[in-house]
C-alpha cells in the first residue's frame, strides 16, 4: 500500500525558507552560472558556509555537529538551494547519505570520527555501490574484500562513483562472503580512504569533456577493521535502507530546473498557445511530484519505511527531467538563445545520467511491483 500522506510545511520550515534565500541573495558569487543538477558546481568553501548555518547533517545530534532540526526543515533547505542552482556537489552524498548511514550502523568511533566534519561542510564521501558487468544489480557485487590481520584488503573496482576524484572517502559495498540462495549474504560495507596510494581513481568523461563520474580499482587495498560499517555481513541491509534517502529527496525532479525557469521568463513577454499549454502540464507534473517528495520527508520524521515511495518519486520524477528539456526546446525552437540555451545545453549534457544513478529504471519498477504485490 502506498503512503502518502497530505503534508503542510511547518512555520519554522517557512522562516527558515526566508533565510536560506537571503543567504543566496548574499553569496551571489557563487551562482554566476547556476545549475540545480546536485552533482554540478563543486565549490568547498560555498560548502562549509552552509555547514557554519548549520544546513548540514541538519537533522544530526549535536553531539555530532547536526542542528536537530526536522526532515521537513531540511527539505525546505535542499529545495531552496537546488532551485538556485547553488553548488552544492561537494558535501552532497556526505549529507544525504552517509550520515545517516554512520547514525544508524556506524560504530560510536566512526561517528566521532566522521560526521563533524561532514556537518561542517569540510569532509566528503562517494558511493562505492555500481561495478562494471552488473549495472544495478547490487546483489552481484564482485569486489571482495578479504580479512587479513587486523583489517581487510579490497580487490576489484567500482563504477559510477560521483566526485571520487576529488572528495576524501567512499562506503564501498563489498562481498566478504558467501552469498548464499537470495545472493544478499555475505555483503559488508567498509569505508575507504580515496586519498590513499593504493586507491586508483579513473576518471569517465561525458560528452561535454567533464568527469563528475569515475572508475575506481582496487587492487590489494588495505582498509583497517575499523572501518567496517555496522556487521560483517549486513551489507545489503544497510545499502537498501542508505538508498531510501538516496532516491526520495528533490533531487530527483530538481535537475532540470533552470529549464523550466526560463522557460517562463520567456513566456511572461508573449506565451504561445503551446507554450501557455506546456506550462501547465509541467506545473502539474512538477506539483504533484513535490507534494509526494514533501510527504516522503514527513514518513522519514516519523522514522517509517520508505523504500516503495521512495522509489516511486524517483521513477516519476526522473521520467519528468528528462522528459523536461526536449518539450520545451521544441516549444521554444524560434526563442532559445541566452540563459534558456545555457539551461538546455547543461542539462542534456546530464540527461543520460539521471536514470542511472540512484537505480535504473529497470531496477525502481521492480521495486515497485514487489512493493505493491504485482510481483
Same mark, same amino acid.
Given at each position: 500500500? =502506498?503512503?502518502?500522506?497530505?503534508?503542510?510545511?511547518?512555520?519554522?520550515?517557512?522562516?527558515?525558507?526566508?533565510?536560506?534565500?537571503? #543567504? =543566496?541573495?548574499?553569496?551571489?558569487? *557563487?551562482?554566476?552560472?547556476?545549475?540545480?543538477?546536485?552533482?554540478?558546481?563543486?565549490?568547498?568553501? #560555498?560548502? /562549509?558556509?552552509?555547514?557554519?548555518?548549520?544546513?548540514?547533517?541538519?537533522?544530526?545530534?549535536? !553531539?555530532?555537529?547536526?542542528?536537530?532540526?526536522?526532515?521537513?526543515?531540511?527539505? @525546505?533547505?535542499?529545495?531552496?538551494?537546488?532551485?538556485? +542552482?547553488?553548488?552544492?556537489?561537494?558535501?552532497?552524498?556526505?549529507?544525504?547519505?552517509?550520515?545517516?548511514?554512520?547514525? /544508524?550502523?556506524?560504530?560510536?568511533?566512526?561517528?566521532?570520527? #566522521?560526521?563533524?566534519?561532514?556537518?561542517?561542510?569540510?569532509?566528503?564521501?562517494?558511493?562505492?555501490?555500481?561495478?562494471?558487468?552488473?549495472?544495478?544489480?547490487?546483489?552481484?557485487?564482485?569486489?571482495?574484500?578479504?580479512?587479513?590481520?587486523?583489517? #581487510?584488503?579490497?580487490?576489484?573496482?567500482?563504477?559510477?562513483?560521483?566526485?571520487?576524484?576529488?572528495?576524501?572517502?567512499?562506503?564501498?559495498?563489498?562481498?566478504?562472503?558467501?552469498?548464499?540462495?537470495?545472493?544478499?549474504?555475505?555483503?559488508?560495507?567498509?569505508?575507504?580512504?580515496?586519498?590513499?596510494?593504493?586507491?586508483?581513481?579513473?576518471?569517465?568523461?561525458?560528452?561535454?569533456?567533464?568527469?563528475? *563520474?569515475?572508475?575506481?580499482?582496487?587492487?590489494?587495498?588495505?582498509?583497517?577493521?575499523?572501518? =567496517? @560499517?555496522?556487521?560483517? +555481513?549486513?551489507?545489503?541491509?544497510?545499502?537498501?535502507?542508505?538508498?531510501?534517502?538516496?532516491?526520495?529527496?528533490?533531487?530527483?525532479?530538481?535537475?532540470?530546473?533552470?529549464?523550466?525557469?526560463?522557460?517562463?521568463?520567456?513566456?511572461?513577454?508573449?506565451?504561445?498557445?503551446?507554450?501557455?499549454?506546456?506550462?501547465?502540464?509541467?506545473?502539474?507534473?512538477?506539483?504533484?511530484?513535490?507534494?509526494?517528495?514533501?510527504?516522503?520527508?514527513? =514518513?522519514?520524521?516519523?522514522?517509517?519505511?520508505?523504500?516503495?515511495?521512495?522509489?516511486?518519486?524517483?521513477?516519476?520524477?526522473?521520467?519528468?527531467?528528462? !522528459?523536461?528539456?526536449?518539450?520545451?526546446?521544441?516549444?521554444?525552437?524560434?526563442?532559445?538563445?541566452?540563459?534558456?540555451?545555457?539551461?538546455?545545453?547543461?542539462?542534456?549534457?546530464?540527461?543520460?545520467?539521471?536514470?542511472?544513478?540512484? +537505480?535504473?529504471?529497470?531496477?525502481?519498477? +521492480?521495486?515497485?511491483?514487489?512493493?505493491?504485490?504485482?510481483?
Amino acid at each position: 500500500m =502506498l503512503n502518502f500522506p497530505a503534508t503542510a510545511l511547518p512555520p519554522e520550515a517557512l522562516t527558515l525558507r526566508s533565510e536560506v534565500r537571503a #543567504f =543566496l541573495d548574499q553569496h551571489r558569487a *557563487f551562482l554566476e552560472r547556476p545549475n540545480s543538477d546536485f552533482t554540478t558546481g563543486y565549490e568547498p568553501e #560555498f560548502s /562549509r558556509l552552509l555547514g557554519a548555518r548549520g544546513w548540514i547533517g541538519m537533522t544530526w545530534p549535536r !553531539a555530532f555537529g547536526g542542528a536537530e532540526r526536522s526532515y521537513l526543515e531540511r527539505y @525546505v533547505v535542499t529545495e531552496e538551494l537546488l532551485a538556485a +542552482g547553488a553548488p552544492v556537489a561537494a558535501h552532497w552524498i556526505a549529507d544525504r547519505q552517509t550520515g545517516p548511514l554512520l547514525l /544508524r550502523f556506524g560504530s560510536p568511533d566512526q561517528q566521532a570520527r #566522521f560526521l563533524p566534519g561532514v556537518a561542517a561542510g569540510e569532509s566528503y564521501f562517494s558511493i562505492g555501490m555500481s561495478e562494471p558487468g552488473s549495472g544495478s544489480d547490487l546483489a552481484s557485487v564482485a569486489t571482495r574484500a578479504e580479512q587479513r590481520g587486523n583489517g #581487510f584488503v579490497i580487490n576489484g573496482t567500482k563504477l559510477w562513483s560521483t566526485g571520487a576524484h576529488r572528495n576524501h572517502y567512499l562506503v564501498a559495498l563489498v562481498r566478504t562472503g558467501d552469498a548464499g540462495p537470495s545472493r544478499h549474504e555475505g555483503l559488508s560495507q567498509l569505508i575507504v580512504d580515496l586519498r590513499a596510494d593504493d586507491v586508483e581513481i579513473r576518471p569517465i568523461r561525458n560528452m561535454g569533456g567533464a568527469a563528475e *563520474f569515475n572508475e575506481i580499482v582496487f587492487a590489494d587495498t588495505q582498509v583497517p577493521a575499523d572501518r =567496517l @560499517v555496522g556487521t560483517l +555481513g549486513n551489507g545489503w541491509q544497510q545499502v537498501t535502507s542508505e538508498l531510501a534517502f538516496e532516491r526520495s529527496g528533490p533531487e530527483r525532479f530538481l535537475s532540470a530546473f533552470r529549464v523550466l525557469v526560463e522557460l517562463v521568463r520567456i513566456a511572461q513577454r508573449e506565451p504561445t498557445l503551446v507554450q501557455r499549454q506546456l506550462l501547465g502540464r509541467l506545473a502539474a507534473h512538477f506539483m504533484t511530484l513535490r507534494r509526494m517528495s514533501v510527504a516522503v520527508a514527513s =514518513l522519514l520524521t516519523e522514522n517509517q519505511d520508505v523504500a516503495l515511495e521512495a522509489a516511486l518519486v524517483k521513477e516519476l520524477g526522473n521520467n519528468f527531467e528528462k !522528459a523536461l528539456p526536449e518539450a520545451v526546446r521544441l516549444a521554444v525552437a524560434s526563442d532559445c538563445g541566452g540563459a534558456l540555451r545555457t539551461a538546455l545545453n547543461d542539462t542534456l549534457l546530464l540527461a543520460p545520467a539521471f536514470t542511472l544513478r540512484g +537505480g535504473t529504471r529497470e531496477i525502481l519498477r +521492480g521495486v515497485i511491483a514487489r512493493g505493491l504485490g504485482l510481483r
